[in-house]
């Protein structure tokens, strides 16, 4: 026989449900309108349902024993499994003799009688119950589950929780540019930010000197020009504590465009 995880008993109690469900409706139904022309035919659909679906139960049955026997559980879930099973034993009974009533109605045209539709309507709400404790074996006890995920592993943002997270190494360390002296020497002195004035070069190909080294209010001759790269302050340069010098905003810069 072909394995089936955990075994065939989820497989056969879906039609025993759909079959039986569908026979209550039809025998409702034809009831309903068994003045009409349809009435004859639901009817007959309702008894083929309802056989078919008690021949169902039976497989149903027979599996879920066997599931009963075989499925490893603790003391919890053997008490709801013993629920289930009392619910599912007393349900089939009661579609048993729905069927045997339904058998001897067989020559009527259309509809059901009240004890019929008593049985079947009883029997509905039956197996209702009994679906509902099989759920919780699974869902809420675990049985006959083979592999569980892990909890929050992966969480879909419409469920209300934070969105799945994949891992993946990513390396957000700076490189591009030196880092400051009193970083390297390791010393806890405030390092010296960089001056949106200081020199830079664009690089694109073209050789341009922008002189601004005059100070507001003097002549551009008379200005005292510093440097466009001066030396690091010595203090910065021997890695000592202390706040390094920030270069002077109105400092020249060299734009480099050789082509």
Same mark, same amino acid.
Request: charged fraction near 10%; glycine fraction near 12%.
């Given at each position: 026989?072909?394995?089936?995880?955990?075994?065939?008993?989820?497989?056969?109690?879906?039609?025993?449900?759909?079959?039986?469900?569908?026979?209550?409706?039809?025998?409702?139904?034809?009831?309903?309108?068994?003045?009409?022309?349809?009435?004859?035919?639901?009817?007959?659909?309702a008894r083929w349902n309802?056989?078919?679906?008690?021949?169902?139960?039976?497989?149903?049955?027979?599996?879920?024993?066997?599931?009963?026997?075989?499925?490893?559980?603790?003391?919890?879930?053997h008490e709801n499994m013993?629920?289930?099973?009392?619910?599912?034993?007393?349900?089939?009974?009661?579609?048993?003799?729905?069927?045997?009533?339904?058998?001897?109605?067989?020559?009527?045209?259309?509809?059901?009688?009240?004890?019929?539709?008593?049985?079947?309507?009883?029997?509905?709400?039956?197996?209702?119950?009994?679906?509902?404790?099989?759920?919780?074996?699974?869902?809420?006890?675990?049985?006959?589950?083979?592999?569980?995920?892990?909890?929050?592993?992966?969480?879909?943002?419409?469920?209300?929780?934070?969105?799945?997270?994949?891992?993946?190494d990513h390396d957000h360390?700076?490189?591009?540019?030196?880092?400051?002296?009193?970083?390297?020497?390791?010393?806890?002195?405030? @390092?010296?930010?960089?001056?949106? /004035?200081?020199?830079? +070069?664009?690089?694109?190909? *073209? #050789? !341009? &000197? %922008?002189? =601004?080294?005059?100070?507001?209010?003097?002549?551009?001759?008379?200005?005292?020009?510093?440097?466009?790269?001066?030396?690091?302050?010595?203090?910065?340069? @021997?890695?000592?504590?202390?706040? /390094?010098?920030?270069? +002077?905003?109105?400092?020249? *810069? #060299? !734009? &480099? %465009?050789? =082509?």
């Open positions: 026989m072909i394995e089936v995880i955990p075994n065939w008993h989820p497989v056969a109690v879906h039609f025993t449900i759909a079959l039986l469900i569908t026979a209550t409706a039809l025998f409702a139904a034809g009831t309903l309108f068994r003045k009409a022309p349809s009435g004859a035919a639901l009817t007959t659909a309802l056989a078919i679906g008690i021949a169902v139960t039976v497989a149903t049955l027979a599996t879920g024993w066997s599931a009963y026997n075989t499925v490893a559980h603790d003391a919890a879930s013993s629920v289930h099973l009392r619910w599912a034993v007393a349900t089939a009974l009661v579609f048993l003799v729905a069927g045997g009533v339904a058998w001897l109605e067989r020559r009527k045209g259309a509809g059901a009688g009240i004890a019929l539709l008593a049985l079947l309507a009883g029997g509905a709400g039956a197996l209702a119950v009994t679906g509902w404790l099989g759920g919780e074996n699974v869902y809420r006890y675990g049985l006959g589950v083979m592999a569980l995920p892990k909890s929050g592993d992966h969480v879909h943002p419409g469920s209300g929780g934070q969105p799945h997270v994949h891992a993946h360390t700076q490189t591009d540019g030196p880092a400051t002296p009193e970083a390297a020497a390791g010393n806890a002195g405030t @390092a010296r930010a960089p001056d949106a /004035a200081a020199p830079h +070069d664009h690089g694109h190909g *073209h #050789d !341009h &000197d %922008h002189d =601004h080294g005059h100070e507001p209010g003097l002549p551009q001759d008379q200005g005292p020009a510093a440097p466009a790269q001066g030396p690091a302050t010595p203090d910065a340069a @021997a890695g000592k504590a202390g706040t /390094a010098q920030a270069p +002077d905003a109105a400092a020249p *810069h #060299d !734009h &480099d %465009h050789t =082509h």
